[in-house]
């Protein structure tokens, strides 16, 4: 069972968030414009990441509110979690980096620090 920081509310048990797969997937701006294989690959692919990962997650069971959670597929290892608008692709590779190494892992946000 995993420990979910929810940005706005704290550590919760897994049973009251509800998954939503890969963070920063944008819609794409004139969908009519693609082919059907472009807007199938938009729709149904994903990266299925092995490793490092940043998703979005809800807190259904609290306050409702989506957020980006950063952790490694493998071994379930959550860095952290941010608010939506608070990080992009760039911010979370900088936050996995930071959290590998303890010294930098300490002068982080509390928002982007796992709460233990
Ligand atoms: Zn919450």
């Given at each position: 069972?995993?420990?979910?920081?929810?940005?706005?509310?704290?550590?919760?048990?897994?049973?009251?968030?509800?998954?939503?797969?890969?963070a920063y997937?944008?819609r794409?701006?004139?969908?009519?414009?693609l082919?059907?294989?472009e807007?199938?690959?938009?729709?149904?692919?994903?990266?299925n990441?092995?490793?490092?990962?940043?998703?979005?997650?809800?807190?259904?069971?609290?306050?409702?509110?989506?957020?980006?959670?950063?952790?490694?597929?493998?071994?379930?290892?959550i860095?952290g979690?941010?608010?939506?608008?608070?990080?992009n692709?760039?911010?979370i590779?900088?936050?996995?980096?930071?959290?590998?190494?303890?010294?930098?892992?300490?002068?982080?946000?509390?928002?982007?620090?796992?709460?233990?």
């Open positions: 069972m995993l420990h979910i920081p929810c940005p706005h509310c704290g550590t919760r048990d897994q049973s009251e968030f509800s998954h939503h797969g890969e997937i944008t794409p701006e004139n969908p009519k414009a082919s059907d294989a807007w199938g690959d938009y729709v149904f692919f994903r990266k990441t092995k490793g490092d990962y940043a998703e979005l997650w809800m807190h259904r069971h609290g306050c409702r509110k989506f957020f980006h959670l950063l952790r490694n597929s493998v071994s379930d290892e860095y979690s941010c608010k939506i608008g608070e990080s692709e760039e911010t590779a900088t936050i996995v980096k930071a959290n590998m190494q303890s010294s930098v892992k300490a002068s982080m946000k509390p928002s982007i620090r796992e709460k233990s």
